[in-house]
């Protein structure tokens, strides 16, 4: 297995419990958006310990970048990852699968399940070919909303967010359903990208294909 130790170069809050990483990338190292690489911290006691995140930073990109959720209260990995500095080490693995964009459709999301997008909507607002898309985004609270002002700037108002607890004027504040969808999207012979916690992602899958969507055109993680 390809097996690379680098640097982080800098770490920053994202939201509450979302960090930013940003590390060194080897020489010819590469992948597409929506890829992700197994990593884990050059500790002898952590180096075994790997865990899958997806890459938000793009292929041409200097550094590479991971936008990881802390989960301090169950997962040693991410805890550990908190507490790195500048100049600690991660090893990084083979590229791999997760999402592979085919062209544009609805993009739904639970939670950080929004972070395999992170890249492919940065490369596709680069390369002027965002039009088309759309991101449906479902949160606990506000403070939950990951990279919201980025996603505004990209989408527009084809970033709808819901907040399932907390109550807002600004956000739709219902559980993403079949009702939801139907009144959200209009056409369901396109393609649909979903991503997040395993019954979020089962859930939909079912209401979409109960609605017509061909399994062909629902993209899920590999």
């Not at 790997?50 to 991410?78: C, G, H, M, Q, W």
């Not at 500095?85 to 993009?107: M, N």
């Not at 989408?155 to 819901?162: I, Q, S, V």
């Amino acid at each position: 297995m390809e097996e690379h130790i680098v640097k982080i170069l800098k770490t920053e809050n994202v939201t509450h419990d979302v960090k930013r990483f940003r590390v060194q990338k080897p020489d010819g190292y590469s992948f597409t958006p929506g890829q992700a690489t197994e990593a884990s911290i050059n500790k002898p006691e952590l180096k075994d310990e790997k865990r899958p995140f997806t890459f938000t930073s793009l292929n041409d990109d200097a550094e590479l970048e991971f936008t990881i959720k802390i989960y301090k209260e169950r997962d040693s990995v991410t805890k550990a990852l908190d507490e790195l500095k500048e100049g600690d080490e991660i090893i990084i693995h083979d590229v791999w699968g997760a999402i592979h964009y085919k062209s544009p459709g609805v993009f739904i999301a639970g939670g950080a399940g929004v972070t395999p997008f992170i890249a492919i909507f940065r490369q596709l607002y680069k390369d002027g070919k965002i039009e088309g898309n759309r991101l449906i985004l479902s949160n606990k609270t506000e403070k939950d909303i990951i990279l919201k002002d980025e996603f505004e700037k990209m989408l527009g108002k084809d970033f709808y967010n819901t907040l399932t607890r907390e109550k807002s004027d600004k956000y739709d504040n219902r559980k993403i359903d079949e009702n939801f969808l139907k009144e959200l999207v209009k056409d369901f012979n396109q393609n649909f990208y979903v991503c997040g916690p395993d019954k979020f992602v089962e859930d939909i899958q079912v209401i979409l294909e109960k609605l017509g969507t061909s399994t062909d055109s629902i993209v899920l993680e590999e």
